[in-house]
């Protein structure tokens, strides 16, 4: 179904019913879209503050914006020290009597910005655009959004306003429409919000260990990645992790002329470009031994990945791609296997910069995807023998005179800080509930269940500090640019995600 198609189907299920938001009660898309207006002012002072956890004042000053916002909707706050960048706690004062605990994460940094880059003044000046009949975007007065008629088809272009801000607005939203239409939480929220998800949110496991009390629950809900292409509700039951690693091939000892000395020193670059070149067939498939090992599939993990509606041939065209990778049957199974990407590669120069010289070293970033059953350990070691029965000797830096003397195939292989992959059970008590609440007119297929999604967030590191079981529920457009330039969040989106809150909050668990 087209994404207008759905959404059109989806609000008129809501005028006419209303979402379960409580035994007593409904609430009409009306009121949704009523709320949002009086609350996009609001979004635009949010996506103004810079947020690169890089600048620890920015993430200071976003943190206390946080803080006065969920105070507004009755919560009460506190920050969560982390080395200069806090993360902020909220917890909503009106408890829900015998009710269990909801913990709601979600992220307040961004990634890097290159402000010419974009097609605006800068990145943090919400820019509201539409798209006309030739696919082009063209800027409209965003003060549209406070009033008046709104095209769910409009977007909101600016960093954060899909990763994750976007989120965190519906949030708060959500609340504002509970309180208009005077209905209460079924159960008793706690939010979690995150300073550096975008960095890989080195310190969450020591902040949650160090507040376990504070964060106890009964489950937690991870509001973070794009929702799934068809744009129905969607619930998903794991994500990849992800491991930096840096591979060196070491040449000569300097820069040499390439006239003098082409055909006769090793060219570090051509060495590195072979030993990348036999990491992977030409279907995209790791040749690395046992790298896929750990991955075990179950008859009803395939029916589950089979089951999600994924328009492939559409995919594909959007993609520009002529065909997908081999690694599984499907886009689903693909992401069910860990990868080996190439993020990077350095040697010498290029373009005005370019010299005629054998450069003295190559360099390639990789990201590896975790699965369950192959962590950040297992596939680094698998990549290290690789190399090493390619005949290199790896070195633990910069090779010293004796082992350029004795070794004709010098690397290093640095891992960066990982994180493992985590999932959990998609008949567990949390998802059973969150798909209750996210149905479309009551209709529990509606709902797009996914094993296990791409995209690497601080699930493993904060699981296993608080114990406790998790989903994700990711509520953006699924084209929404997110980690690059023109990030944006379609209108449309920003009130299904709305209700979407607002469902999950007044549904018992």
Known sequence: ?????????????????????????????????????????????????????????????NAGWLETAFRKRGFTTRQLPNDGKPLVYAEFTRKAANAKTVLFYIHFDGQPVVPEQWAQKTPWNAV??????????????????????????????????????GPIMMFLTAFDVLKAANQNPAINVKVLLDSEEEKGSPQIGKVALANRDLLKSDAIVINDGPMHESNRPTIVFGNRGDTPVRLTVYGPKSNLHSGHYGNYAPNPAQLLSALLAS????????????????????????????????????????????????VGRNYQEALQYPSLNIRGMAAASIGDKVANIIPAFAVAELDLRTVPGADPAYLTAALERHIRGKGYYLTKGEPTDAERAKYDKIASLVPGGGSKAAIVAPDSPAGKWAQTALAVGGNAQSVVRIRMMGGSVPTDKLVDALQTPFLLVPLVNNDNNQHSFDENLRIGHFFEGTRAFANLVTTPF
Not at 3 to 9: A, Q
Not at 26 to 51: G, H, R, W, Y
Not at 280 to 293: I, L, N, P
């Open 1 to 61: 179904m087209k994404l207008r198609n759905y959404f059109l189907s989806s609000l008129l299920v809501l005028t006419l019913a209303g979402p379960a938001l409580s035994q007593t009660g409904a609430i009409s898309a009306d009121l949704v879209q009523k709320t949002s207006q009086a609350n996009f002012a609001e979004f635009f002072d949010l996506l103004s503050l810079p947020n690169d956890a890089v600048n620890a004042q920015d993430i200071q000053k």
């Open 128 to 165: 509201l655009k539409q798209r006309d009949a030739k696919g082009a975007w063209h800027d409209i007065d965003r003060n549209q959004l406070l009033n008046g008629r709104i095209d769910p088809e409009w977007r909101l272009f600016g960093r954060s306003t899909s990763d994750d801000k």
């Open 279 to 326: 990491m992977k067939d030409d279907d995209g498939r790791v040749t690395v031994a046992r790298y896929y090992d750990g991955v075990k599939l179950s008859d009803d993990d395939r029916k589950l990945l089979a089951a999600v509606p994924d328009d492939e041939e559409a995919l594909v065209k959007r993609l520009g791609i002529s065909k997908p990778e081999k």
